[in-house]
């Protein structure tokens, strides 16, 4: 069963399943969802990706929501600019969003990311961490 809300939000589900959200352009989240980081990012070297950020389309209880199609942006808040290369933008599947393709493409110390979707309030990545040179990794 397709219902389409105001905004181009089309919803999807059938009796005794669990319901699912498809994002159109310029469709609405619905309220109260809330983005979260679940994998933050520790440590980074140059030119290499940072590994799987992976971030969660929550409700006010915590419950993962299954969005689909929702674009959420990545970049720098600290230092601004910075040399963030890769896939900024990724679209979610079943609520969740996975960064794999991030890296930097030079050395920075202090990095904190942000994170946003149409309708979402921004999460930045918890603490910093710095981007180290190819001489410079442990």
């Known amino acids: ?16 399943s669990s319901s699912s959200i498809n994002i159109a352009a310029g469709g609405n989240v619905p309220a109260g969802t809330k983005l ?3 994998t933050p990012p520790s440590q980074a070297i140059v030119g290499q990706a940072i590994g799987k950020v ?5 409700n006010a209880a915590g419950v993962v929501q299954n969005i689909n199609g929702l674009a959420i942006e990545a970049s720098c808040l600290r230092p601004s600019p910075c040399s963030l290369t890769g896939a900024k933008s990724v679209t979610s599947v079943n609520g969740k969003v996975t960064f794999d393709m991030l890296a930097f493409n030079q050395p920075d110390k202090g990095v904190v990311l942000q994170f946003s ?9 918890p603490g910093t961490f710095d981007v180290l040179g190819l001489t410079e990794r442990q």
């Open 1 to 16: 069963v397709n219902f389409l809300t105001s905004g181009g939000t089309t919803t999807t589900g059938a009796s005794g």
């Open 36 to 38: 979260i980081i679940v």
């Open 117 to 125: 979707g149409p309708g979402l309030q921004s999460v930045t990545t």
């Open 54 to 58: 992976e971030l969660a389309l929550v």
